[in-house]
């Protein structure tokens, strides 16, 4: 009888042991303010990706006034694309607000653009970039001074490779992009998506298994080898990171280590505190300020 009263103190204990972290991991979601469609000045435009032979759509955005406007291609994340995505548009409204045209594509396979995104490699949604800088040369409603692409979140895996093969990409910005491996920075998500269900030293332990399976997915496995660094040894134009502090989804730290490791010291760098992929502000609950001034500063500061 005590032998079995011991036994089950021992697994209350257990069980106790593995329940702890969901009670303690357990948080609300981040409230996030964001404008909606509606609140946006846009027009509907559609061009061509001449190379893959697709029909894209997207969104323009011109502010008001006289041009010629410094202009920004959007490079969206990974997944499709949604046209009220409030990260997106909480970005591109401030920069439209502040004399910046913005094209935003819809990703290929999602609203009204042609093509699968799922199993797409890097280099073809680089070439979908790269005709939306085309587009801009070639349309008549507003008069740009030079054109530059804005990687959001995977978009800044790609936008060194759009700028690699194109002459018309006059800076680069990535905002929550990763300068690390697909690997690496898979690994990190794991490691923060598991530790919610259990502790970190065991979410360390599990990711790595995870990782690899992940990396065999389909709509994974077409970049699972990439690295960003080959490209970004290429870029001869002005670049911009921006990173939110406790990114759940990219390694920071590691991040900026690499580009000193491999001497991209000319790259400007920002961490914003508290700022997390969305590069939020805790207290506007909405995308930092500072950041976005930030960006609004370098693409304007761009000496053609």
């Keep these: 009888?005590?032998?079995?009263?011991?036994?089950?103190?021992?697994?209350?204990?257990?069980?106790?042991?593995?329940?702890?972290?969901?009670?303690?991991?357990?948080?609300?979601?981040?409230?996030?303010?964001?404008?909606?469609?509606?609140?946006?000045?846009?027009?509907?435009?559609?061009?061509?990706?001449?190379?893959?032979?697709?029909?894209?759509?997207?969104?323009?955005?011109?502010?008001?006034?006289?041009?010629p406007f410094p202009t920004v291609v959007i490079i969206q994340g990974s997944g499709p694309?949604?046209?009220?995505?409030?990260?997106?548009?909480?970005?591109?409204?401030?920069?439209?607000?502040?004399?910046?045209?913005?094209?935003?594509?819809?990703?290929?396979g999602s609203e009204k653009s042609e093509g699968e995104w799922?199993?797409?490699?890097?280099?073809?949604?680089?070439?979908?970039?790269?005709?939306?800088?085309?587009?801009?040369?070639?349309?008549?409603?507003?008069?740009?001074?030079?054109i530059g692409i804005v990687g959001m979140s995977q978009g800044g895996w790609i936008a060194p490779v759009a700028e690699n093969k194109s002459a018309d990409v006059s800076f680069i910005a990535s905002l929550s992009g990763a300068t690390v491996n697909a690997y690496e920075q898979l690994l990190h998500e794991e490691i923060h998506n598991i530790s919610k269900y259990t502790y970190p030293?065991?979410?360390?332990?599990?990711?790595?298994?995870?990782?690899?399976?992940?990396?065999?997915?389909?709509?994974?496995?077409?970049?699972?080898?990439?690295?960003?660094?080959?490209?970004?040894?290429?870029?001869?134009?002005?670049?911009?990171?921006?990173f939110g502090e406790g990114d759940k989804y990219i390694p920071v730290r590691a991040c900026i280590e690499r580009l000193e490791e491999y001497g991209l010291n000319d790259f400007k760098t920002s961490v914003y505190p508290n700022g997390g992929h969305a590069l939020i502000d805790i207290e506007s609950s909405t995308v930092s300020k500072k950041c976005m001034n930030d960006l609004v500063t370098f693409i304007k500061g761009i000496e053609n």
């Design 118 to 146: 799922i199993g797409a490699s890097f280099d073809e949604l680089a070439n979908d970039a790269i005709a939306g800088t085309e587009f801009i040369k070639s349309q008549d409603q507003f008069e740009y001074s030079y």
């Design 201 to 242: 030293f065991i979410a360390k332990m599990i990711a790595p298994i995870t990782t690899n399976r992940l990396q065999k997915m389909e709509y994974l496995s077409s970049y699972a080898d990439f690295d960003p660094i080959p490209y970004l040894k290429k870029v001869d134009v002005p670049v911009h990171f921006a």
């Design 81 to 108: 694309s949604f046209r009220d995505n409030g990260w997106n548009l909480a970005i591109v409204k401030y920069l439209q607000d502040n004399g910046i045209a913005v094209l935003i594509p819809d990703k290929r």
């Design 1 to 67: 009888m005590k032998k079995r009263k011991v036994i089950l103190i021992a697994v209350l204990i257990f069980v106790l042991f593995l329940v702890l972290p969901l009670i303690f991991n357990k948080k609300g979601p981040r409230h996030f303010t964001t404008p909606s469609l509606s609140d946006i000045d846009y027009s509907e435009v559609f061009f061509t990706n001449d190379t893959d032979n697709l029909k894209l759509a997207g969104m323009l955005m011109i502010p008001k006034g006289d041009g």
